[in-house]
């Protein structure tokens, strides 16, 4: 039966700060140390699990006689190392999502300077809309005196 009724879907999610608090007595540059290794860590098991799955299923795609029972074995182990690859898939999607999240977020190095350039920008700007205005306001005046003489 076709509805008008929106299905959810699965959109990814951003851990930002969910598992990782600062410890007393540890320093900011240690605290983030330890979150680019949870980080790394993450990465490269998931990675791992895409390589090994992949690995399996070259694997099991091997021509040769095979009976109705190994053939139903290895469509069984196909299916579920593509699904434990599509986990993987997503977790990495998820990670990449956060740190995208903590880039947009957390960048002040960057947004500072974009800041300073703007500001650098405008002061020039004004400078030279003065130097202008200052020329301009001579020019008027020299008329106005040659005129008058």
Not at 32 to 46: G, I, R
Not at 88 to 103: E, F, I, Y
Not at 116 to 122: G, I, L, N, T, Y
């Amino acid at each position: 039966m076709d509805t008008d009724v929106s299905r959810p879907s699965a959109l990814p999610t951003a851990n930002l700060s969910r598992s990782y608090s600062t410890q007393q007595g540890q320093s900011s540059t240690e605290y983030l140390d330890t979150v680019q290794e949870q980080w790394n860590q993450k990465v490269d098991a998931d990675v791992d699990v895409l390589v090994e799955g992949m690995v399996d299923l070259v694997n099991l795609a091997s021509i040769g006689n095979k009976d109705k029972f190994i053939v139903a074995q290895e469509a069984f182990l196909t299916q579920l190392r593509a699904e434990s690859m599509v986990r993987a898939a997503h977790s990495l999607l998820s990670v990449v999502h956060s740190m995208k999240l903590l880039l947009l977020l957390s960048d002040e190095a960057q947004l500072t300077h974009r800041r300073d350039a703007e500001m650098a920008a405008v002061q020039e700007e004004k400078a030279a809309t003065k130097a202008k205005v200052a020329k301009l306001l001579d020019e008027l005046l020299q008329n106005q005196s040659s005129s008058s003489a």
